[in-house]
């Protein structure tokens, strides 16, 4: 029940399209959607997240469009970049499982310029 | 800008040997926390400390695992008795306050190989 799973395991975009990235939990006590986006060599970095009390969070080329009754999350990248060429990963935690985030399996995201 | 800082980047050790995996967490955060991820799949949670002592650990952590922050800045894992399927990659993170809404930034993890 803790699970967060995230698909696809890999992803090709031509540059300027979009990305999309989804996530799908069990718990319903989870009340915190962050998505993590993590470079060779580097650790993962917060990339932008949202709780549950709204359905949608924009910043800049970066949405989560959340879904609380299908207990789905998804990351749209919009205009896509070589830059973002990146594995993704969502995660999610709950205020019952303290500061513990569960991770999704990630995704690797290849934009071809 | 801060960062979480982590040495080593790659550690070799033989099974059964002892391991001691060192972070430097970013200075005025007070909750710390080491992942791990094995190749090819999902960052997994070990545990959190706080205030010197653990908040929450995983199943994983198990008697062989023990954390510590020995001085005002360092945090460190140890591994008793290494296995192989220690083999991993292990993250250390900090926040200045509960996650959430305070983030988790995350070091560049050491490797781990155990032979």
């Known amino acids: 029940q803790q699970q967060v799973k995230q698909s696809p395991q890999s992803l090709i975009v031509q540059k300027g399209g979009i990305s999309i990235i989804n996530c799908a939990y069990e718990n319903t006590a989870f009340d915190y959607f962050p998505w993590y986006q993590q470079f060779p060599g580097k650790g993962p970095a917060l990339l932008i997240a949202i709780r549950p009390d709204v359905s949608e969070k924009k910043e800049g080329r970066f949405t989560i469009s959340f879904n609380k009754s299908a207990k789905q999350f998804s990351l749209h990248i919009m205009d896509s970049q070589p830059g973002d060429s990146a594995t993704y990963f969502c995660a999610a935690s709950s205020k019952t499982s303290g500061s513990r985030l569960t991770f999704g399996e990630g995704t690797q995201l290849t934009v071809n310029p | ?115």
Request: with cysteine.
């Open chain 2, 1 to 115: 800008e801060p960062e979480v800082t982590q040495t080593p980047s790659h550690q070799v050790t033989q099974m059964g040997q002892e391991v001691i995996l060192r972070c430097v967490p970013i200075s005025n955060h007070l909750y710390f926390y080491w992942y791990r991820q094995i190749l090819g799949q999902k960052v997994e949670f070990l545990v959190s400390f706080y205030n010197n002592e653990i908040s929450e650990k995983s199943e994983i952590f198990d008697d062989q695992f023990s954390v510590e922050r020995p001085d005002g800045s360092n945090f460190t894992l140890k591994i008793r008795s290494t296995k192989l399927e220690d083999s991993a990659m292990y993250f250390c993170a900090s926040s200045y306050g509960r996650t959430p809404p305070y983030e988790q930034y995350f070091g560049p993890g050491t490797r781990l190989t155990v032979t």
